[in-house]
C-alpha cells in the first residue's frame, strides 16, 4: 500500500477525531486532579515531652498530658447525619446535642469546623470509638500538648499556666520554659524537657493557704499574701497570693486579680513594718545607740532649713515619753522616728535603704517582678518631710519579696541569703543539672546591729503592739504595720493594709514570714490585730512541720485526768508593776478595786501597752494606766 493512499481524507478525519478526543480527556483528568485534595507527605514533626514542675519533695505540681481538639467538614453531613452525629456524640462532649447540631447547621457551607477543644484522653478514646462504629465523614482529631495540675490552685501564681501552643504564660512555667521545653532541630525524634522542683512543700503549702483562706473570710478583705522562707538558705518555703485560680480552668476563668503574681508585681507603701529596717540604719551608722533616749508627744513639728514646717504624728496620739530605738519599735512610735531621721544625713540613710535591696528586683526565678521605688532628693516629688515619712515606711514603694529579701539581712546576721523559688532541676533519668546551694548578698549591717534589731523585734511581740504572734513555747520577734493605701495618687479613705513581719526563733533566727492583707472590711484592721495572728498560726503550723525543738517539748506520762483551772488574777503583792501586756479586760478588774494605786484604762479588749514598765516599784501615788485594742 502506498503511503499516500494511507492518508485519504475519511481515514485522516476518523484519526483527528480520536486524537482530540483523547486529548479532551486528558484535559478533564488533569483539571479534575488539580481541583481535587491531594494528599501530601508530611514529615514527622519532632516531638517534645516538657518536663513536670514538682515540689522539693517530688510532689507533682505540673505534669505533661495530651488533649485533642475534635472537629468535623459540616459540608459531608447530611440533616439526619447531623441529629444522629450530635445525640450519640453529645454525653461523652458534655454538651448539649441540640448545641451541636444547631452548630453544624449554622456551618453546614464550611468545610471544617471544631466541635470541641481540648478533649481528655478517655473523652478523645470514647469519641474515636463511637465515630468508627457510626461511620461518621470527615471526622479529625488534632493532638495538642497539654498540662494538668494535680493540685489545682496551690500555688498557683508561683506555678504559673502553659497555653494551647505548649508556651508558658506565667510563672515557673514561663521563666523556666527553655529548661521544661527546650527548643528542637529538625533531626531530632523525641527532645525530654527538665523537671523543676520548686524550694516550696507542698503540705506545708496547703497548711498555710487554709490558714490564710480563712483569713480572708474573717477579715473580709479583697486580697493578702503570706511568704515563708527558710532565713539560712534563702528557699521560699511558702509562696501564696490570695484570691488564687484553680490551674486546669486557667484558660475558661476571667479573674485578673488572682492570675496577678502579687508579691513579685504588686508594689505598695509597707507601712509601720519598714520601721525594722530604718531603725537598723541608724543602729548601724551610729546616728542612734541602742541607750539614746528620744523624748516623744505623740507627734513630731519640725522646720527644713528652706522654712518649710512638717507635722509627724503617732496612729496613737498619747505621749510615749523617754524612748529607746526598742522603744520605739515595740510603741510603732512616728513620733521617735520621724527625730532619728533628722539624726542621719540623706546620702547615707538612702544608701542603707538600697542595701537592703529596695528600689531593684530580687532576682527571684519569677517573671515581671517590679522593683518598687525609692525617691532621690532630685526627684521632683521629694520634699522636706520625704525622709521621715520613709522612716516610718511611707513615700517608699516596696514588694513583698523584696520585704522578705531585706528581713534576711536581719535573720541571718546582717548578710542576707539570695531567696530562691528553685530546689533542683533534673533530667529524665533523675540526674541533676542544678541544685541549689545558698548564695549570699553582700553584708548590709553589722553582726550586732541585726542581733539588736531581732531583739527589739522579740521585745515587740512581749510588750508591744505584735503580741498576738507571741507562742507560749517558741520564741519569735515581731513587726506590725497598718499602712493607709496609695492608689493614683491619692490615700484613700478608710482602705488600710494591715501586715505583719515575723523571724523565729530570735535565739538563732531559721524562719522568716510576711504577711500582708489589702483593704479588709473589719472595723479591727490593724496589723497587730488581724496580720500578727496569721504569723502566730503560720509559724505553729511550721515548728510542727519542721520538728523543730518546742520549749516545753517534753515525755512525761499522765493519769489521762485533766484539771483546767481559771486565769491567776494579777496581783500587787510583789510590790513591783505587775506584767499585764496581753491581759483581757475582765482580768482587770481585780485591780480597779485595790486602793494602792490608780488604774486608768483605756480602750477595750487586751492590754498592748502599759505605763510604768513592768517591774517599776509601786509607790502611794502610782498611776498605771493601760491601752486596750
Known amino acids: 500500500m502506498e503511503v499516500n493512499d494511507f492518508f485519504k481524507k475519511p481515514r485522516v478525519w476518523f484519526i483527528g477525531i480520536l486524537f482530540v478526543l483523547f486529548l479532551g480527556y486528558v484535559t478533564v483528568c488533569y483539571f479534575k486532579l488539580s481541583l481535587s485534595e491531594q494528599p501530601q507527605s508530611i514529615a514527622s514533626k519532632p516531638s ?15 505534669v ?31 454538651m448539649a446535642d441540640t448545641d451541636i447540631s444547631a452548630r453544624i447547621r449554622a456551618a453546614k457551607n464550611l468545610s471544617f469546623l471544631y466541635i470541641k477543644k481540648k478533649l481528655t484522653q ?3 478514646e470514647e469519641v474515636k470509638s463511637i465515630v468508627e462504629e457510626n461511620s ?14 494535680p493540685e489545682n490552685d496551690l500555688a498557683s501564681q508561683l506555678i504559673g499556666y502553659m ?13 523556666q520554659q527553655l529548661i521544661l521545653s527546650p527548643l528542637v532541630t529538625a533531626d531530632q525524634q523525641t527532645v525530654f524537657g527538665q523537671d523543676v522542683y520548686l524550694t516550696i512543700d507542698a503540705n506545708l503549702q496547703y497548711k498555710l493557704e487554709k490558714i490564710a483562706k480563712q483569713t480572708l473570710i474573717d477579715t473580709e478583705a479583697e486580697s493578702m499574701m503570706l511568704l515563708a522562707a527558710d532565713a539560712k538558705t534563702g528557699e521560699i518555703l511558702s509562696y501564696i497570693s490570695l484570691p488564687s485560680i484553680n490551674l486546669n480552668d486557667y484558660a475558661n476563668i476571667d479573674a485578673p486579680d488572682a492570675k496577678r503574681d502579687s508579691p513579685a508585681i504588686n508594689s505598695y507603701e509597707p507601712g509601720s513594718v519598714f520601721k525594722i529596717f530604718t531603725a537598723a540604719a541608724y543602729i548601724d551608722s551610729g546616728a542612734m545607740t541602742p541607750a539614746t533616749y528620744l523624748r516623744t508627744t505623740g507627734s513630731y513639728k519640725f522646720t527644713t532649713n528652706k522654712g518649710e514646717t512638717f507635722t509627724i504624728s503617732c496612729h496613737d496620739p498619747h505621749e510615749h515619753g523617754l524612748v529607746t530605738v526598742r522603744e520605739a519599735l515595740a510603741r510603732s512610735c512616728n513620733d521617735a522616728f520621724a527625730q532619728m531621721s533628722e539624726r542621719l544625713d540623706t546620702g547615707t540613710f538612702l544608701t542603707y535603704i538600697k542595701n537592703f535591696g529596695f528600689g531593684e528586683k530580687t532576682g527571684v526565678e519569677l517573671p515581671r517582678e517590679e522593683s518598687g521605688k525609692v525617691k532621690s532628693p532630685g526627684d521632683a516629688t521629694w520634699s522636706g518631710r520625704t525622709k521621715a515619712t520613709i522612716s516610718i515606711g511611707q513615700e517608699v514603694s516596696v514588694t513583698a519579696l523584696q520585704m522578705l529579701q531585706a528581713a534576711m539581712a536581719i535573720a541571718n546576721k546582717g548578710v542576707p541569703a539570695q531567696l530562691t523559688v528553685i530546689k533542683r532541676i533534673s533530667d529524665k533519668d533523675g540526674v541533676d543539672s542544678y541544685e541549689h546551694t545558698p548564695q549570699y548578698r553582700d553584708r548590709v549591717l553589722k553582726t550586732s546591729t541585726a542581733d539588736y534589731i531581732i531583739s527589739c523585734m522579740r521585745t515587740t511581740v512581749l510588750e508591744g503592739t505584735g503580741w498576738r504572734a507571741g507562742l507560749d513555747d517558741i520564741s519569735i520577734g515581731d513587726k506590725t504595720g497598718t499602712a493607709q493605701i496609695f492608689e493614683n495618687g491619692r490615700y484613700l479613705e478608710d482602705q488600710y493594709l494591715s501586715s505583719c513581719m515575723g523571724i523565729f526563733p530570735i535565739e538563732d533566727p531559721q524562719i522568716v514570714l510576711y504577711t500582708v492583707i489589702v483593704k479588709s472590711k473589719i472595723e479591727r484592721n490593724l496589723g497587730g490585730q488581724i496580720a500578727a495572728p496569721v504569723i502566730r498560726q503560720a509559724a505553729d503550723e511550721i515548728i510542727d512541720h519542721l520538728g523543730m525543738t518546742r520549749d516545753t517539748a517534753a515525755t512525761v506520762s499522765h493519769s489521762g485526768v485533766i484539771s483546767i483551772s481559771e486565769n491567776e488574777q494579777p496581783s500587787l503583792e510583789s510590790g513591783v508593776v505587775p506584767n499585764l501586756i496581753g491581759r483581757p479586760k475582765r482580768d482587770l478588774v481585780n485591780l480597779l478595786s485595790q486602793n494602792e494605786v490608780t488604774v486608768i484604762i483605756h480602750g477595750s479588749g487586751w492590754v498592748v501597752r502599759q505605763t510604768p514598765q513592768p517591774g517599776t516599784p509601786l509607790t502611794e501615788n502610782t498611776t498605771i494606766e493601760l491601752y486596750l485594742e
Not at 517534645?48 to 505540673?62: H, M, Q
Not at 497555653?163 to 521563666?175: A, H, K, N, T
Open 48 to 62: 517534645v515531652e516538657r518536663g513536670s514542675i514538682r515540689d522539693r519533695n517530688g510532689k507533682p505540681l505540673a
Open 64 to 94: 505533661q498530658t495530651s488533649f485533642y481538639h475534635f472537629g468535623i467538614s459540616p459540608n459531608k453531613f447530611s440533616d439526619a447525619m447531623i441529629d444522629d452525629f450530635a445525640q450519640k456524640l453529645a454525653p461523652v462532649l458534655e
Open 122 to 124: 478517655d473523652q478523645y
Open 136 to 149: 461518621f465523614p470527615a471526622v479529625r482529631f488534632d493532638r495538642i500538648p497539654g498540662r494538668v495540675y
Open 163 to 175: 497555653g494551647d501552643d505548649g508556651e508558658g504564660l506565667s510563672g515557673i512555667e514561663y521563666s
